[in-house]
């Protein structure tokens, strides 16, 4: 029998099976880095993509918040013109009124009576004067009382000018009545 020697040939088909099997895995190495690179490329790109879509959040909400600020500006403008628009048509009802009142203290002061000073603050009149009797105050208040232009006459001061004299200072104080806010009610 001849006897053949196996060892060599085994030998070296474990050195080729060594060799194919680091070459594998250095291939395997190879393509994992490679794969770890690519995947690592992509969420880089991803966070990229993500960064510049929220720079243009934050650059789109600075714009909104100008055009807010400005919208409240305007806001602000408009209550301001409105309010003077609303004093301004007050002051243009109330015009005639001046002309009614200084009217109607011509028509209510009876005769022998007559004004020193008047004042209006508001609504509210302060009439100084004098009269020729308590008669003829009281004329006076209930005229005010009847009026349609004035109301609540209250009698807050009546004195005798000098020992003899039969003449009467008086202060007296009577609301104005607004017409355009009687219409109203």
Request: glycine share 4%; hydrophobic share 40%; no cysteine.
């Amino acid at each position: 029998m001849a006897q053949i020697n196996l060892l060599p040939w085994r030998e070296e088909l474990r050195k080729e099976q060594q060799r194919q099997f680091l070459t594998i895995m250095g291939l395997s190495a190879v393509l994992m880095a490679l794969i770890v690179l690519a995947v690592h490329i992509q969420i880089a790109g991803m966070i990229g993509n993500q960064q510049s879509r929220n720079d243009f959040l934050k650059t789109e909400i600075n714009k909104v918040e100008k055009q807010i600020k400005e919208i409240n500006s305007l806001a602000q403008e408009k209550k301001s013109l409105l309010a003077r628009m609303e004093v301004i048509e007050t002051l243009q009802r109330n015009r005639p009124e001046v002309v009614h009142l200084f009217d109607e203290i011509v028509k209510v002061m009876p005769e022998g009576t007559y004004l020193t000073s008047m004042q209006q603050s508001g609504k509210s009149l302060n009439l100084d004067g004098m009269a020729q009797s308590n008669a003829r105050v009281s004329a006076l208040m209930r005229n005010i009382d009847s009026s349609a232009w004035l109301s609540s006459p209250k009698l807050q001061v009546i004195r005798k000018q000098g020992k003899d004299a039969d003449e009467r200072s008086f202060v007296l104080q009577a609301q104005q009545i607004s017409q355009v806010e009687e219409n109203k009610k």
